[in-house]
């Protein structure tokens, strides 16, 4: 975490903490994780307790995930916030420059679709406990090095509600506000936490084939679901 936080000053005395915590392929029961590795997933849990990592909020690493094969698309992914709130900071990098960036608030209940080719670092911009879930593909790795090496995503979010852009990133856009993506299209139902969609694993195919979804992608990142900036 070291070379992706923005207050390096704090840094310097900063206490030896732990910051958040990820519970691998969670499952309720035996029948169910049969399901899930029949159609090359994993359901993730995390929890991001409130904290300051000096001026800035707590926040994840944040990793790209590879290409698939040669189509073009990498894996992408969905959360859902089980509990607080949560800032996903999102970005894609095209041609060495960065080409968008997008944050989506989302609050209990809400789904959130990382598009293919956006790289992802969740915030937790309050001061009470963040828990969200996450289904995705258990084929890949993340991929760490482009946040460490710009030394972060391109914006911090600052505990006094400012987002700051990342300076050692080139040609920064301005951020778009986009609203959660609560699709029944793709199984999501209000108040119906996604684990059940493990009886419908159907519905999660765009997260192993993202090549078949263009309409799903196209969708998610439409200007049509701007939001208006988040308030602290
Ligand atoms: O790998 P990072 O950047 O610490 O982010 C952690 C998040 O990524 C995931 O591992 C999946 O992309 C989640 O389970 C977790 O919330």
Redesign the pocket.
């Known amino acids: 975490m070291t070379d992706v936080i923005y207050d390096i000053e704090w840094l310097k005395n900063a206490p030896d903490m732990e910051l ?1 915590y ?1 519970y ?1 392929d969670v499952h309720m029961s035996r029948q169910d994780h049969s399901i899930i590795l029949d159609n090359g997933l994993r359901y ?1 849990i ?1 929890v991001i307790p409130p904290a300051r990592l000096g001026s800035e909020f707590i926040k ?4 790209y ?1 590879p290409y698939k094969g040669d189509t073009g698309y990498t894996f992408p ?1 969905v ?1 859902e916030v089980l509990k607080g709130k949560a800032h996903y900071l999102l970005q894609k990098c095209e041609g060495g420059r960065m080409a968008d960036v997008v944050m989506i608030e989302a609050v209990e209940g809400d789904k959130v679709i990382i598009p293919p080719n956006y790289g ?3 915030i937790n911009p309050s001061n009470k406990e963040l828990k ?1 879930a ?1 289904w ?1 593909s258990r084929n890949f790795e ?1 991929i ?1 090095e482009p ?1 460490k090496k710009c030394g972060g995503a391109a914006y911090y979010e600052l505990t006094d509600g400012r987002l700051i852009k990342n300076a050692r990133c080139d040609q920064v856009p301005e951020i778009r506000y986009l609203k959660p993506t609560n699709y029944s299209k793709v199984g999501f139902a209000k108040g119906k936490e996604m684990y059940g969609l493990v009886r419908d694993p159907g519905k999660l195919e765009y997260l192993n084939y993202p090549e078949k979804y263009d309409w799903l992608w196209e969708e998610v990142l439409s200007d049509k679901n701007r939001a208006e900036p988040p308030m602290l």
């Open positions: 958040y990820m691998r993730d995390t994840t690493a944040g990793h995930h992914e959360y992802h670092v969740t969200m996450n995705v993340s760490y946040y």
